[in-house]
C-alpha cells in the first residue's frame, strides 16, 4: 500500500508539474496550478515519512 501512495505521488507531481510549467507561459491560471502543485508534493513527502506510531491502549 505504501509503494502505491508512492507511485501515485510520484505521476501526480510530475503531471502538475507540467501543468504548473503550463501555467507559466500563461495557457492555464497560475493560481489553480500552484496550490495543487504545492498538496500533491506535501502529500508525497508525508506518504514518504509516515511511520506507526503510538496511539494508546485499547481500552
Request: proline share 3%; hydrophobic share 55%.
Amino acid at each position: 500500500m505504501r509503494k502505491i501512495s508512492f507511485l501515485i505521488g510520484i505521476g501526480a507531481v510530475l503531471i502538475l508539474s507540467l501543468f504548473h510549467l503550463l501555467a507559466l507561459m500563461r495557457i492555464y491560471p497560475l493560481y489553480i496550478t500552484s496550490p495543487l502543485l504545492f498538496i500533491t508534493i506535501y502529500y508525497l513527502i508525508t506518504s514518504m515519512f509516515k511511520r506507526k506510531t503510538f496511539r494508546g491502549f485499547i481500552k
